[in-house]
């Protein structure tokens, strides 16, 4: 049976200059979901993911995390439960060298210091980090590299939930790849992962479902196939779909069973194309 990670009800923010920044957003997501939360500046993603992670309270509604109210829950155990990346890497590392950015959460939870270089060495693996970054200052590597370390320094945490915001920041396709694909390998492993972005090509490629905000509201939520091809909603939201979604809105084939199943990577693309050619000549 499918286990609930987040319930979102009714939620309402409004910042301190009064702009309604979320207005009554419900949303349901359940353990093991890859999610993308796409939508234009200002619609209101970054604040909801905020929200989920307790970095904000909200003036409306509740969010439960694996069942419980996060106004119960203690910094601790929303810390341990949910991991939030910042957009600016910046904004997140504050310690004078990587590894003991790493460690700055293990440490704090009071676990021994061989297992928080267990978890340091852990995480560096996964962001791609090796040993000979450990004892060099995180302020003087370029932003690719920062932006890795703020990501290990929640995976070090070990969080069931990860709300990263713009992954791919500062990255080239080729590293932005090698990104997705570690946190492709942890929602595999079981943690649900939610990335916030306006990469739409990585939305096609890694996100199973697809969440598009629109002025403080959700005004789609879906598998992400069906999403891209709803071209007139999410032109209202000033999101433009990948490429290949909108040659298949142009070929009007969107309705065909083979053309709506993980065709949206040039790839797939291809192999469906190949596959529906074949069978239309049979």
Same mark, same amino acid.
């Given at each position: 049976?499918?286990?609930?990670?987040?319930?979102?009800?009714?939620?309402? !923010?409004? !910042?301190?200059?009064?702009?309604?920044?979320?207005?009554?957003?419900?949303?349901?997501?359940?353990?093991?979901?890859?999610?993308?939360?796409?939508?234009?500046?200002?619609?209101?993603?970054?604040?909801?993911?905020?929200?989920?992670?307790?970095?904000?309270?909200?003036?409306?509604?509740? &969010?439960?995390?694996?069942?419980?109210?996060?106004?119960?829950?203690?910094? =601790?155990?929303?810390?341990?439960?949910?991991?939030?990346?910042?957009?600016?890497?910046?904004?997140?590392?504050?310690?004078?060298?990587? %590894?003991? /950015?790493?460690?700055?959460?293990?440490?704090?939870?009071?676990?021994?210091?061989?297992?928080?270089?267990?978890?340091?060495?852990? @995480?560096?693996? &996964?962001?791609?980090?090796?040993?000979?970054?450990?004892?060099?200052?995180?302020?003087?590597?370029?932003?690719?590299?920062?932006?890795?370390?703020?990501?290990? *320094?929640?995976? +070090?945490?070990?969080?069931?939930?990860?709300? #990263?915001?713009?992954?791919?920041?500062?990255?080239?396709?080729?590293?932005?790849? /090698? #990104?997705?694909? %570690?946190?492709?390998? $942890?929602?595999?492993?079981?943690?649900?992962?939610?990335?916030?972005?306006?990469?739409? /090509?990585?939305?096609?490629?890694?996100?199973?479902?697809?969440?598009?905000? *629109?002025?403080?509201?959700?005004?789609?939520?879906?598998?992400?196939?069906?999403?891209?091809?709803? *071209?007139?909603?999410?032109?209202?939201?000033?999101?433009?779909?990948?490429?290949? @979604?909108? #040659?298949?809105?142009?070929?009007?084939?969107?309705?065909?069973?083979?053309?709506?199943?993980? +065709?949206?990577?040039? /790839?797939?693309?291809?192999?469906?194309?190949? =596959?529906? $050619?074949?069978?239309? *000549?049979?």
């Amino acid at each position: 049976m499918t286990r609930e990670a987040i319930r979102v009800e009714d939620l309402t !923010y409004v !910042y301190r200059d009064g702009t309604l920044a979320l207005n009554g957003v419900s949303l349901s997501v359940d353990e093991g979901e890859f999610i993308g939360l796409i939508g234009q500046n200002g619609s209101g993603k970054t604040t909801l993911a905020k929200c989920i992670a307790g970095l904000l309270k909200p003036a409306r509604g509740r &969010i439960l995390i694996y069942g419980r109210d996060t106004k119960d829950m203690r910094v =601790k155990e929303l810390a341990t439960s949910v991991g939030y990346v910042f957009q600016n890497p910046d904004h997140q590392i504050f310690n004078s060298t990587v %590894f003991d /950015e790493l460690a700055f959460g293990p440490r704090n939870l009071l676990l021994p210091e061989d297992e928080v270089r267990q978890r340091v060495l852990e @995480a560096a693996k &996964i962001v791609g980090l090796s040993e000979e970054h450990f004892n060099q200052s995180p302020f003087f590597l370029p932003k690719g590299l920062r932006q890795r370390i703020a990501i290990g *320094s929640i995976l +070090a945490l070990r969080p069931k939930i990860l709300i #990263i915001d713009e992954p791919t920041t500062g990255q080239d396709w080729r590293q932005s790849l /090698e #990104i997705m694909e %570690f946190l492709k390998r $942890l929602n595999e492993r079981g943690h649900t992962v939610i990335i916030i972005t306006h990469e739409m /090509e990585i939305v096609a490629r890694y996100a199973r479902r697809t969440v598009v905000m *629109s002025e403080g509201r959700i005004i789609l939520d879906g598998p992400t196939s069906e999403v891209f091809l709803e *071209s007139d909603i999410l032109a209202r939201a000033f999101v433009r779909p990948p490429q290949v @979604a909108r #040659i298949l809105s142009s070929l009007n084939l969107s309705n065909n069973q083979l053309l709506t199943n993980d +065709a949206l990577t040039p /790839e797939k693309f291809a192999e469906v194309i190949l =596959k529906y $050619l074949k069978n239309k *000549s049979i």
